[in-house]
């Protein structure tokens, strides 16, 4: 029995435009057979499982043929497994999704297509071009300017030109310069408004305004390259108007988020939403501390405590895992009084059923451990890393309450990233970096491995936070509240600062 293959456009670049049928069909993927431009955002979306097949085509050099790509699937789909194959932008428009189709069909291979939303008018809408207007323009041409290897543009420029209509063409940085000298010839108006946009929907997305005259000569000047789409029309002119894009506050900027990838989806979500380009460099690892026997032997004596402390999910976490080895649940803490240090942890609490008895107002050690002095008569038990904020226990030990701290996790200090880091860093291209915790600084700090970092600046979730960046040379800025709201809105305030300063990297823009 032939597995099924779906045919799946992944839209432009930016993740938010794919469909959610084809999201459906990415999640459900046993193996994805994937196309150079199709964004990772979008890719990480398959099942971690699911077999991963690059087939990215580069336009002098084909690394995967196409009746290679077309076997493949064949192949995959012959195994009995669901495969998904993902296509930049809409798989039918220039995307030799019917060619690939062609050998299924012929083997009786069962088959869906998940259209995709297509550059052609997602990129000139991304660059406040709307490809049709009603006072403008009554018709939209998607044209491809690439030649067949060894041969000229196979274009009627005549017909086109006499269509009134706009123009959008894709693949055609190289060719540029013949198309508007076919579009000139032709008896376009040299004047026509028109624009060349490359790495559209994305956050480095850089766009060329210009006429028909000027248009091949100004994006040579800006070394405008693939991918890109030209357009020509009168619509081109109201770009400067609708560009909502390049408005958004994080645009052009790179923004670092050092929190470890399971806990740092909603951070670099709301940045990426804003404009940044984000660079998603976990620097560190919770790693449960396993056999544990401090954590063991408080658990055996939890009714003693009055109290239980978590200051991160990963306490949370680490303590249900202990639970489960010992075939317990979270009937097991019976009257235990809960706190958690901030909203997050809290949520790990409820996502095991518990409800915490009390969240600081201010999200920090301090704050906890003033907290649970004012409440606590009788024990406290902290469950937390290693190396805990002393600033947690000192209350504690000041308002003469008894406590147990209790290392149930310890961070470990890694990034898979650490090379990329580093060379950004090197390169000065490194600017706002994002810090949720200390240990965060601490693993940002090590995977560059010493250097001066006065050039960065950190936003920090906290004041503990922005004294371990300070400690290590970083400028620091801090959140107003220890929440991932305040910490984004406090990047965009860095970043409308620090802007002035820098020279913003899109300042190529036409
Ligand atoms: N099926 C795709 C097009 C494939 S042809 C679609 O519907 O979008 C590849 C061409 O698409 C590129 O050469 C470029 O012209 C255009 N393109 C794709 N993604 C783009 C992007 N993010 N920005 C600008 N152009 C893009």
Redesign the pocket.
Known sequence: MYGKVTLV?AG??DPGLLTLKGREALEAAQVVVYDR?VSPAVLALAPEEAERIDVGKR?AHHPVPQERISQILLEKAAEGRRVVRL?????????RGGEELELLEAHGVPFEEVP?????I??PAYAGIPVTHRDMTSSLHII???ARQGKELDIDFQALVRTKGTLV?????TSLPQICAGLLEAGMDPETPAAV??????PT?RKVTATLSTLARRAREAAVS????SVFGPVCALSGRFDWFSALPLKGRRVVVTRPRERGGTLAGRLRALGAEVLECPCIRTERICPCPQAEAALEKIGAYQWAAFTSPAGVEALWALLEEKGLDARALGGVSLAAIGAGTARALSGHGLRADYVPEVYDAAHLGAGLAERATGPVLILRAEEGSPALTAALEGAGVPFEDVACYRTRYESEHAGEIRALARAGELDLVTFTSASTVRGFAASLGGGDLSGLLGVCIGEQTAAEARRHGIPAVVARKATIDALTEAVVAAAGEKGAADTSRDGREG
Request: hydrophobic content about 40%; proline content about 8%; overall charge neutral.
């Open positions: 456009g432009p670049g431009l336009s296509k930049g932008g809409d798989p039918f428009l220039f995307g995709g939303i297509t550059s052609a997602a990129v491809t300017g690439h063409f894709l693949m055609g940085v946009v490359e790495r559209g929907t994305l997305q693939s991918p890109a789409v």
